[in-house]
């Protein structure tokens, strides 16, 4: 199995595929926030909540993939002029694929019970009060969001490159900004 | 087929042609000549230029042939353009 693909497939695939595979997984990632009641409220966030609207599951996708393609879209065109936007926008739409199965972890409301099971006595965690199980659940939902991160962020930043052929300590200062200002941005306009 | 020499091995300089023959009569001609630019590029840099213009100088074309996507195709072009840019500085 080529490994690459896992963290690179734009050297390979056609924008048109990774559109079509990234708006096919950014309806089925809204569904499942929708059923799994999970907010992605900002690029790099993902909060359970107990009630969710199924307009405000499409509104936090599309808004994140808008602000990533503006802010990176940004550093693709200051990087490289000839940078198309369609492959920009193939880039922000694959690279959320490692996020949506993330809400799956809420089946039956789980992270919001134990999310208030904590906040109910915020320091039965420190005192080693709470329940293994929950306590398991946590750190391997944890595990896996920091998983999912990285691999966002390695795709972003691999697709960015290869979309501008950005190169050097001026693209990775660019993209860290970047990231940060989508993940603000996005933050403002899905909570306010 | 060997690969053309365009560096010199002991100085790093690029090379020069000083002979030419011809295999049918044996005519043998001495001069000094430059390599051409395209002889300067490595060899599969001087392969995906002829596949380029073989293709019609389409990118897409070519993407499909190399398995690869457009923006690759056309980053190793901008960088095969860069070298050739230095070459002839």
Known sequence: MNYKLLYNPFERYQERTLILVGS???????????????????????????????????????????CLLISLGAVAFYMNKRTRIIDMLAVCLFARLPYYLLSVFNVNGLMVRISEEILKDPMALAKGDIAIANLFLLLVF??????????????????????????????????????????????????? | MKKLPVKCPSCAKSLKVSQLSCEACDTIISGSFDLPVLANLPREDQQFILDFMLSGGSLKKMATQLNKSYPTVRNMLDEIIEKLNQIQQ
């Open chain 1, 24 to 66: 096919l997984a950014l309806v089925a990632g809204a569904v499942l926030a929708f059923f799994f009641k999970a907010r992605f409220d900002g690029v790099l966030d993902l909060h359970f909540a107990s009630q969710i609207e199924l307009w405000q599951a499409f509104a936090d996708q599309g808004v994140n993939v808008a």
């Open chain 1, 142 to 192: 944890s595990g896996f969001s920091l998983l999912a991160i990285v691999w966002q962020l390695a795709l972003l930043y691999n697709g960015t490159k290869v979309a501008s052929n950005a190169k050097g300590t001026t693209y990775t200062i660019l993209f860290v900004i970047a990231i940060i200002v989508a993940e603000i941005l996005s933050k403002l306009l899905i909570n306010y």
